[in-house]
């Protein structure tokens, strides 16, 4: 894993977008795909962290995450659509637990569209649970998200 910096925003805006590019067409398309490297780069600015994947010297994955006062929270987890399905996920899942621990965190936290089973069980097959859900408001309805978390001691 390589931590990414603000000059990385660019590469992190590529890896995300592949990887969010499926959902261009969805009834609820993801707002990750609203983003820009600006905008990401601001966010790298105001203290978010962004780790990289690494294989074969190609950033491949990715993932940002926002420091709260007692967990990490991850968003945008992101893998190259070429190198799905290789574990390449459950390889930045397990680096973010040796970080919330470097950090003395002790609670993982992230959200799920509900409508993607897969994603729910990639996550509960390495410890997540859900522990509520919510509705996002978007231009044409509400979103069904499942918050989910991993407690590591």
Do not use: W
């Amino acid at each position: 894993m390589e931590v990414a910096t603000v000059a990385d925003a660019k590469d992190v805006h590529a890896i995300m977008t592949a990887a969010f590019s499926r959902y261009k067409h969805d009834p609820f398309p993801t707002s990750a795909l609203q983003e820009t490297v600006a905008s990401v780069r601001k966010d790298l600015q105001n203290g978010e962290l962004a780790f990289f994947y690494v294989e074969k010297n190609e950033r491949v994955g990715m993932v940002r995450c926002v420091l709260k006062k007692d967990y990490l929270y991850f968003r945008r987890l992101s893998v190259l659509p070429k190198m799905q399905g290789k574990g390449i996920a459950k390889k930045i899942l397990a680096y973010l637990e040796v970080e919330a621990e470097r950090l003395n965190l002790s609670t993982i936290r992230c959200k799920v569209r509900k409508s993607e089973p897969k994603n729910i069980a990639l996550y509960e097959s390495v410890g997540y649970v859900i522990t509520g859900e919510e509705d996002v408001e978007k231009e044409h309805g509400a979103l069904p998200i499942v918050l989910m978390e991993k407690q590591l001691h």
